[in-house]
């Protein structure tokens, strides 16, 4: 079965850094989306960061220039290197997947079917 494992999170001040990252085991499809998700404290689930098989790369408007996303196809493993954290980057961050993938919608995050159990990541002011 396709299990989704997340690691990386931490505490860490405005302007830190921190690096997450995503081992998918178990899936052999040749078609799929990947990202990250976030789940503020006050706020609902939203779209981080998604990469396809296709190639299209899609960054949350908000996180742009200060998040990377990075995948290592020959390891299954999706990176979120987050630079400049700010306090609204607060949360519990999710890795999934997406098997039936939707590139122009890769940030949607209920089209995504495998989850992993998150990780949580807490910025400072």
């Known amino acids: 079965q396709v299990q989704v494992a997340e690691s990386g999170g931490g505490s860490v001040q405005t302007g830190g850094s921190l690096r997450l990252s995503c081992v998918v085991t178990?899936?052999?499809?040749?078609?799929?989306?990947m990202g990250w998700f976030r789940k503020p404290p006050q706020w609902e689930r939203e779209g981080v960061a998604a990469?396809?098989?296709?190639?299209?790369?899609t960054y949350r408007w908000n996180v742009k220039g200060r998040f990377t996303l990075s995948k290592d196809n020959n390891k299954n493993v999706l990176d979120l290197q987050m630079n400049s954290l700010k306090p609204e980057d607060t949360g519990m961050y999710y890795c999934?997947?997406?098997?039936?993938?939707?590139?122009?919608?890769?940030?949607?995050?209920?089209?995504?079917?495998?989850w992993g159990q998150g990780t949580q990541v807490s910025v400072s002011s």
């Open positions: 999934a997947v997406n098997p039936l993938p939707n590139p122009a919608l890769n940030l949607v995050w209920d089209d995504y079917k495998y």
């Open positions: 178990g899936y052999s499809g040749s078609r799929w989306c």
């Open positions: 990469i396809c098989d296709d190639g299209t790369l």
